[in-house]
């Protein structure tokens, strides 16, 4: 009769590291790499984030996107709902393939976000080379994070009323997180502010207000 060595490298069974990942990342060259690493992958339609290990919640996007992002606000939303996880990231891949200060964003502006990203959002940010970087990062993350098997279940975040007002404030150009917590403190909601005079919006976030103001009195 044959005994198994239950110590033995070739018949212990060692439990494969799951990671959450969004569905619509099902074609990325990000999960393949993954995959060929070994790990577990789990799809699910996740309302925030792309890579979920444990408590870590990962946002991923190429340069490109994240530039276009920038531009239409569309990041904004989405930075409110990252940094709801207790450890929240954001990925910028792509510095193999493309320069982060050419394009429609001057470089300077483009500086100045990533700043208000680590300063007034406090989501760390990490560049990376290309795909194979990024799963290499994510590779290494879920090792350290290996005691905590679980990973946490994806819930639907739900903002604060106020977080909500400082989502549509920051919809308009040049309104980022300070000046829209400005508006917010003195005028207290969002039907004070849309009815406020041009000198009163002047008197809290200075020049911005004259743009603000042909906004939110223009009319089709």
């Not at 829209?180 to 406020?196: D, Q, V, Y």
């Amino acid at each position: 009769m044959t005994f198994l060595n239950p110590f033995s490298k070739k018949t212990k069974r060692e439990e494969k590291k799951k990671i959450i990942i969004d569905h619509r990342e099902k074609n990325s060259l990000v999960v393949s790499e993954l995959i060929g690493l070994g790990f577990s992958i789990e799809y699910k339609q996740l309302p925030v984030a792309d890579y979920i290990i444990g408590d870590v919640a990962i946002e991923r996007k190429t340069l490109a996107d994240f530039k276009s992002s920038i531009i239409n606000k569309r990041i904004m939303r989405q930075l409110l709902e990252l940094k709801q996880y207790p450890q929240p990231i954001l990925i910028l891949e792509g510095l193999e393939e493309e320069d982060p200060y050419s394009g429609l964003i001057h470089e300077n502006a483009f500086r100045g976000f990533l700043l208000s990203i680590l300063t007034e959002y406090k989501i760390p940010i990490i560049f990376t080379l290309n795909a194979k970087d990024t799963a290499l990062y994510i590779s290494v993350l879920a090792k350290k994070k290996q005691k905590s098997s679980e990973a946490i279940r994806a819930t639907k975040i739900t903002l604060t009323p106020e977080e909500q007002i400082q989502f549509v404030l920051e919809g308009f150009p040049y309104i980022g997180p300070k000046t829209a917590e400005k508006l917010i403190k003195h005028f207290k909601s969002l039907n004070n502010i849309f009815n406020a005079s041009e000198e009163e919006l002047k008197g809290v976030i200075g020049k911005k207000s004259e743009l603000i103001f042909k906004l939110i009195n223009l009319k089709f």
